[in-house]
């Protein structure tokens, strides 16, 4: 077992934990800072954002239309001081990523453009074509080059977090390029892991999506919150489950039933296609229900018309939209329909912090997708992540450089490491035969699917919990067909699959839980929100029996609890 110190480890290379390392390592040349990720950091799921990032940056906008957009679309359950301090701070990281490089789409005076997105009220969203993700974290990774100060471990696969008297010790990680495993001494961490869709069946995340940060936090105590609140994206390619991101639907597209009628208008008249994505979600769903879909090899879908944009417009803000219709369905939006159903997209929910993006663990913090703030409450609004990243990642950076620097490592008792060690070696690598990865993968994924997915009810839920139980049994028989050391995918198929039966555990249990309807969360039992018993956040604890569920009130400041009319 090899040994190394840093000051800072960030765990993640997207863009919370890139933004998080420059921002930690740019309080002191003095501090050290690891970045830890089991893929190449570009190739992270931010890298695969498409639409924008919203911040208020034009004469028409201003925080509080920004921050009530978002309250709003979060169901009145997002911390409102956490929106607040967002809103405040997002166009800052906006103009910071201007000048590391990040080449923003331009208007005709040459000023940075905005674009329509779903549920705001006015232009908002700041976008590179619609490839954002991908110029996003090519500026944050050519500029966390520039730090001397910055130890990159790339490949490098956590398997846990040790800590101590709730105090952070550091973490175990695996080097995937020679089966090393390796023990990090840290004095503060910042897990920016990002999210879990691939717990679904149908899901636009990337494979490596896999709520590893998450399940490491709730393992060693640290309660996961808001977890039933998972987004279905409306627009989906059917089969492949690839995004067509919410900007083809701000540049004007069109959502069409087989009737070639815009249904939205029976949900969300005032809106319509720029509605909030959990009510355009169902509003898909009931239109396949009522026979209203168009029937296809992958099931029923309904349609994006972009036709009446035109192929100039189409090329100029949706190249990739058509490049991937191209590729993945074989037809042109230029002058044919994109099928498409929703998929889900994003998880509200994620590690307990407070608005220092602090775990209640000491020294330990956790921002982006795999974190909750709560920013975002029961619904997100399309375009407020990356930029919760950026906002959140430096907060992270932030503290836990102050937090490094006042504080010193703590000591380590090496048998819990050793435990690690010996559990990865000897309980999963070498078991001789066993179930394969693979079939308790399929299994979870498609009960989640199937009975925690856009429409929720008491009996499938308890169902579920009780399926991912019997997987967490079958998964004690899971055997690796590979033991060699030298990229063992297998070995990396079965620690994700582990955390990913952690956060289905913890979306299952909180979503039974849950008896009211808000945003993402829909019970069909109970179909309305109910604000006098549940205008509060779900924190999920780990136990060794069932997991056990606490309440936390939402921080309300201005903006009181109203109905949510589109
Ligand atoms: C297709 C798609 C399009 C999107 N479009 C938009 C958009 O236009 N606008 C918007 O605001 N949001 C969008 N989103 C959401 C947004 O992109 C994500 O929420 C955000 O990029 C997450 O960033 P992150 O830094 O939290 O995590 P990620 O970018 O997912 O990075 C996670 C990092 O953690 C590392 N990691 C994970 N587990 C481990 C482990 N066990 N050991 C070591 N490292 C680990 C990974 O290697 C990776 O580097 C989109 C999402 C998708 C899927």
């Given at each position: 077992m090899d040994k190394y110190s840093h000051d800072v480890i960030v765990i993640g290379g997207g863009a919370a934990g890139l933004r998080a390392a420059i921002e930690a390592a740019s309080k002191s040349p003095k501090l050290s800072v690891a970045i830890v990720s089991?893929?190449?950091?570009?190739?992270?799921?931010?890298?695969?954002?498409?639409g924008g990032a919203a911040a208020a940056i034009k004469p028409d906008d201003n925080f509080d239309l920004h921050a009530y957009d978002t309250i709003k679309g979060s169901d009145f359950l997002a911390d409102q001081d956490a929106v607040e301090l967002f809103v405040r701070l997002a166009p800052r990281e906006i103009i910071r990523l201007e000048h590391w490089g990040c080449p923003w789409n331009r208007d005709q005076e040459g000023k940075i453009d905005v674009r329509w997105f779903g549920?705001?009220?006015?232009?908002r969203t700041i976008h590179a074509a619609d490839k954002t993700g991908f110029y996003l974290l090519h500026t944050l990774f050519q500029t966390s080059l520039k730090y001397d100060n910055i130890v990159r471990y790339d490949e490098y696969f956590v398997t846990s977090i040790i800590v101590e008297n709730n105090r952070f010790c550091g973490i175990t990680a695996l080097s995937?390029?020679?089966?090393a495993f390796h023990f990090l001494k840290g004095k503060a961490a910042i897990i920016a892991t990002g999210g879990a869709g691939q717990i679904y069946k149908f899901t636009t995340n990337g494979a490596i999506n896999t709520g590893d940060g998450m399940a490491l936090a709730y393992r060693i105590g640290v309660p996961l919150k808001d977890m039933e609140f998972v987004q279905f994206h409306p627009t989906c390619l059917p089969g492949s489950g690839i995004l067509i991101s919410e900007a083809a639907r701000g540049e004007g597209g069109y959502l069409l039933n087989n009737k070639y009628e815009r249904f939205l208008k029976n949900y969300?008249?005032?809106?319509?296609?720029?509605?909030p994505r959990d009510i355009i979600s169902r509003a898909i769903v009931n239109e396949i229900r009522l026979g209203n879909g168009f029937k296809g090899k992958h099931g029923d879908y309904v349609a994006l018309d972009l036709r009446h944009l035109g192929e100039e417009k189409i090329e100029e803000k949706l190249p990739q939209i058509r490049e991937l219709a191209k590729t993945?369905?074989?037809?042109?939006p230029v002058n044919e329909l994109i099928p498409v159903r929703p998929g889900q997209h994003y998880f509200m929910g994620g590690v307990h912090v407070d608005l220092n993006t602090s775990t209640p663990v000491a020294g330990l913090f956790a921002a982006g997708e795999a974190s909750c703030v709560s920013i975002n409450g029961a619904n997100r609004l399309g375009s407020n992540s990356l930029p919760e990243c950026l906002v959140f990642g430096a907060i992270s950076g932030e503290h836990a450089a102050k937090f490094a620097i006042e504080h010193d490592y703590c000591n380590v008792a090496y048998e819990n490491i050793q435990i690690e060690e010996k559990r990865i070696?000897?309980?999963?690598?070498?078991?001789?035969?066993?179930?394969?990865?693979a079939e308790i993968k399929y299994k979870l994924k498609e009960t989640m699917e199937e009975k925690v997915g856009i429409l929720r009810n008491e009996k499938e839920l308890l169902e579920a919990c009780r399926e991912v139980e019997k997987l967490k049994e079958m998964f004690k028989n899971v055997s690796a067909g590979d033991k060699t050391m030298i990229f063992n995918t297998d070995i990396v198929e079965i620690l994700e699959l582990d955390f990913m039966l952690d956060v289905a555990e913890a979306v299952a249990y909180s979503a039974l839980y849950r008896k009211e309807s808000r945003g993402a969360h829909y019970r069909t039992d109970y179909p309305e929100r109910n604000d006098k018993e549940y205008l509060a956040h779900t924190l999920v604890y780990k136990t060794r029996e069932k997991p056990q569920i606490d309440y936390l009130p939402v921080k309300i400041t201005k903006w009181q609890p109203a109905e949510r009319k589109y």
């Amino acid at each position: 077992m090899d040994k190394y110190s840093h000051d800072v480890i960030v765990i993640g290379g997207g863009a919370a934990g890139l933004r998080a390392a420059i921002e930690a390592a740019s309080k002191s040349p003095k501090l050290s800072v690891a970045i830890v990720s089991k893929v190449y950091p570009m190739r992270s799921h931010t890298v695969s954002a498409e639409g924008g990032a919203a911040a208020a940056i034009k004469p028409d906008d201003n925080f509080d239309l920004h921050a009530y957009d978002t309250i709003k679309g979060s169901d009145f359950l997002a911390d409102q001081d956490a929106v607040e301090l967002f809103v405040r701070l997002a166009p800052r990281e906006i103009i910071r990523l201007e000048h590391w490089g990040c080449p923003w789409n331009r208007d005709q005076e040459g000023k940075i453009d905005v674009r329509w997105f779903g549920g705001m009220s006015v232009k908002r969203t700041i976008h590179a074509a619609d490839k954002t993700g991908f110029y996003l974290l090519h500026t944050l990774f050519q500029t966390s080059l520039k730090y001397d100060n910055i130890v990159r471990y790339d490949e490098y696969f956590v398997t846990s977090i040790i800590v101590e008297n709730n105090r952070f010790c550091g973490i175990t990680a695996l080097s995937l390029r020679d089966g090393a495993f390796h023990f990090l001494k840290g004095k503060a961490a910042i897990i920016a892991t990002g999210g879990a869709g691939q717990i679904y069946k149908f899901t636009t995340n990337g494979a490596i999506n896999t709520g590893d940060g998450m399940a490491l936090a709730y393992r060693i105590g640290v309660p996961l919150k808001d977890m039933e609140f998972v987004q279905f994206h409306p627009t989906c390619l059917p089969g492949s489950g690839i995004l067509i991101s919410e900007a083809a639907r701000g540049e004007g597209g069109y959502l069409l039933n087989n009737k070639y009628e815009r249904f939205l208008k029976n949900y969300v008249p005032t809106k319509m296609e720029l509605g909030p994505r959990d009510i355009i979600s169902r509003a898909i769903v009931n239109e396949i229900r009522l026979g209203n879909g168009f029937k296809g090899k992958h099931g029923d879908y309904v349609a994006l018309d972009l036709r009446h944009l035109g192929e100039e417009k189409i090329e100029e803000k949706l190249p990739q939209i058509r490049e991937l219709a191209k590729t993945f369905v074989g037809i042109d939006p230029v002058n044919e329909l994109i099928p498409v159903r929703p998929g889900q997209h994003y998880f509200m929910g994620g590690v307990h912090v407070d608005l220092n993006t602090s775990t209640p663990v000491a020294g330990l913090f956790a921002a982006g997708e795999a974190s909750c703030v709560s920013i975002n409450g029961a619904n997100r609004l399309g375009s407020n992540s990356l930029p919760e990243c950026l906002v959140f990642g430096a907060i992270s950076g932030e503290h836990a450089a102050k937090f490094a620097i006042e504080h010193d490592y703590c000591n380590v008792a090496y048998e819990n490491i050793q435990i690690e060690e010996k559990r990865i070696f000897d309980q999963l690598l070498k078991k001789e035969s066993g179930i394969a990865p693979a079939e308790i993968k399929y299994k979870l994924k498609e009960t989640m699917e199937e009975k925690v997915g856009i429409l929720r009810n008491e009996k499938e839920l308890l169902e579920a919990c009780r399926e991912v139980e019997k997987l967490k049994e079958m998964f004690k028989n899971v055997s690796a067909g590979d033991k060699t050391m030298i990229f063992n995918t297998d070995i990396v198929e079965i620690l994700e699959l582990d955390f990913m039966l952690d956060v289905a555990e913890a979306v299952a249990y909180s979503a039974l839980y849950r008896k009211e309807s808000r945003g993402a969360h829909y019970r069909t039992d109970y179909p309305e929100r109910n604000d006098k018993e549940y205008l509060a956040h779900t924190l999920v604890y780990k136990t060794r029996e069932k997991p056990q569920i606490d309440y936390l009130p939402v921080k309300i400041t201005k903006w009181q609890p109203a109905e949510r009319k589109y």
